[in-house]
């Protein structure tokens, strides 16, 4: 079965902290991607990435970075931790053509505190 | 400016009594309309693409429409394991990645 496991179901961080959300996908996708998922404001695009050492701003990059050292790890990072940054975090990944489906993880739901 | 917008936000049905959800899209040049299922404290899971006005796609209950402004999922008979959120996503015309709707949250009660 094809997977994009995040590494963390549950995370509670303090303000101020530097948080690390790690993705790793084992299907050789070339594309991966980071939203946000917040009630009543639905799937926010942060970053996505095409191809290693490659990364995108999305929609609402502010307050995030990316890393993408090897093709199948997406890292999503929080340089000081905010509490409105609170939400579920949902990695994606999916083959190169741009109209390929998206194949979600689980989500990782961050409470900043 | 592309945009995806989902309706109703929430329907409650009772098992067995047929009814839709709407997406409606504003992009340049469609390359893709998707659905997705979302289960409660789960990441999105794929149910259907379609590319062109008029295309059809089935999946037991649920079968998927599109037209040039617009696309219905539509549920027959639909049964409690049926209550999710169904989400809609277009392919955005300036980056190529996929922009979603906000989801119906849909309940079905026995």
């Known amino acids: 079965d094809v997977k994009v496991t995040q590494s963390s179901r549950y995370l509670v961080k303090r303000t101020g902290e530097k948080v690390f959300l790690e993705c790793v996908q084992d299907?050789?996708?070339?594309?991966m991607f980071w939203y946000r998922q917040d009630p009543g404001l639905g799937l926010r695009l942060i970053y996505f990435s095409y191809d290693v050492k490659m990364k995108e701003k999305g929609d609402i990059p502010e307050g995030y970075s990316v890393s993408r050292e090897k093709k199948e790890r997406f890292s999503l990072i929080l340089e000081s931790a905010s509490t409105n940054q609170t939400s579920m975090y949902l990695c994606?990944?999916?083959?190169?053509?741009?109209?390929?489906?998206?194949?979600f993880g689980s989500g990782t739901q961050l409470s900043v505190l | 400016e592309d945009q995806v917008t989902q309706s109703p936000e929430a329907l409650r049905l009772q098992e067995g009594e047929s009814s839709s959800l709407n997406c409606s899209y504003t992009v340049s040049g469609l390359r893709g309309l998707f659905w997705y299922r979302q289960d409660p404290g789960k990441g999105p899971e794929f149910l259907f693409t379609l590319y062109s006005a008029g295309e059809e796609k089935e999946k037991e209950r649920l079968k998927a429409t599109l037209t040039k402004k617009e696309s219905f999922l539509h549920i027959t008979a639909p049964k409690p394991e049926d209550s999710a959120t169904y989400l809609c996503a277009v392919v955005r015309g300036s980056q190529g990645n996929l922009i979603f709707g906000k989801g119906t949250k849909l309940s079905v009660k026995p």
């Open positions: 299907m050789d996708h070339e594309n």
């Open positions: 994606a990944s999916s083959a190169p053509a741009t109209n390929e489906k998206l194949f």
